[in-house]
């Protein structure tokens, strides 16, 4: 059974910067592309940027030049620094792991990151 679990979310003023982590509990982690996507009250849940099993990586127009994707194989864990954070960025934030070649995806539980003064 695969598991992520994400950690890192919190409260902080605009301007300020968080840092989510996604770590799993499955095996081939490298063979994964991993995702962060977030929903805000009322709102569809948006990919906020990804990195590919070979490190490719796509940001959301919203967010680039202010976060940062990045994943440690190593210790199955992607991450996503944020910067210069909005009040629109206040969602809920998920991480997302796909398969490479077969059709597994699998979803966090998510956690909340609220910008607010």
């Known amino acids: 059974q695969v598991q992520l679990v994400e950690s890192g979310g919190g409260l902080v003023q605009p301007g300020g910067s968080l840092r989510l982590s996604c770590t799993t509990s499955?095996?081939?982690?490298?063979?994964?592309?991993m995702g962060w996507y977030r929903q805000a009250p009322g709102k569809e849940r948006e990919l906020v940027a990804s990195?590919?099993?070979?490190?490719?990586?796509v940001y959301a127009d919203s967010v680039k030049g202010r976060f940062a994707i990045s994943r440690d194989n190593a210790r199955y864990t992607v991450y996503l620094q944020m910067n210069s954070l909005k009040i629109e960025d206040t969602a809920i934030y998920y991480c997302k792991m796909s398969h490479r070649w077969f059709p597994y995806t699998y979803w966090g539980q998510g956690t909340q990151v609220t910008v607010s003064s």
């Open positions: 499955g095996s081939d982690f490298s063979v994964y592309d």
């Open positions: 990195v590919t099993s070979g490190g490719n990586t």
